[in-house]
């Protein structure tokens, strides 16, 4: 079991039909911001247990929970075969986000909020040296790690072969590519491949994307924080598959 804190991640977890054992309540938290949640949760047949404010800190681990925490089932990730399988089913080209090593739970969950906001059918996280879902990132997602595909593979590099394989074109950010975003065709089946903070793309991710692009900056600073280069770059793909419908 995991915990899960904040109006929004409870809201979005009980909206996608994941399993609650409990919802936890602060007694001092305003009815008008909590009511919609528990009648949710009571209509789901889920136990509500109102408690106090410090027993809700200790039982979420934060004070950064809005009054609210739930006990909830692990995060269950699917595999890659699964995650290009319900691509398919879409009707759609695929739009997939594949993140090399991004560590800070806070950008991790900024971008599978934009993520799931701009259509992507999956996201795949490796599972060394990166973040996973955890409560914190499904908080900073508002709740849409709970609508969005996330596969977890133990070699990223297999996994980009697969992709290719099943005729995924790969598309590198990297602020040393003289390419822009904008100068990139985004409309077929593509995966957009984000690097860690700092670190950007390892050397044999980069040479398994088909295209390598930039966010052209004006000023010193070369580059963006990667949860902002996310939407950036993932607009531009929305942006590009309305034009050509």
Known sequence: MAILYGIHPVEQALAAGRPLERLLVAR?????????LVDAARR?????????????????????????????????????????????????????????????PHNLGAIL????????DGVVLPERRAAGITPVVEK?????????AVARVTNLNRALERLKEAG????????????????????????IVLGGEGKGLHEHVRAKCEFLVSIPTAGAIRSLNVSVAAGVVFYEAVRQRRTKK
């Open 28 to 36: 001092t938290t305003s009815r008008s911001r909590t009511q919609k």
């Open 44 to 104: 789901a047949r889920v136990s509500v247990r109102f408690v106090s404010r410090d027993e809700l800190d200790r039982e979420a681990g934060t004070r950064d929970h809005q009054g609210v925490a739930a006990i909830v089932g692990a995060r269950q990730y699917l595999d890659l075969e699964d995650l290009l399988a319900q691509a398919r089913r879409g009707g759609q080209p695929a739009l997939f986000v594949i993140l090399d090593g991004v560590e800070d």
């Open 113 to 120: 909020r934009t993520a799931y906001c701009a259509g992507a």
């Open 140 to 148: 900073a997602s508002a709740g849409a790690s709970e609508h969005l």
């Open 168 to 191: 995924i074109w790969l598309v590198g950010l990297d602020e040393r590519a003289e390419q822009s975003f904008t100068d990139v065709d985004l409309t077929g089946p593509i995966g």
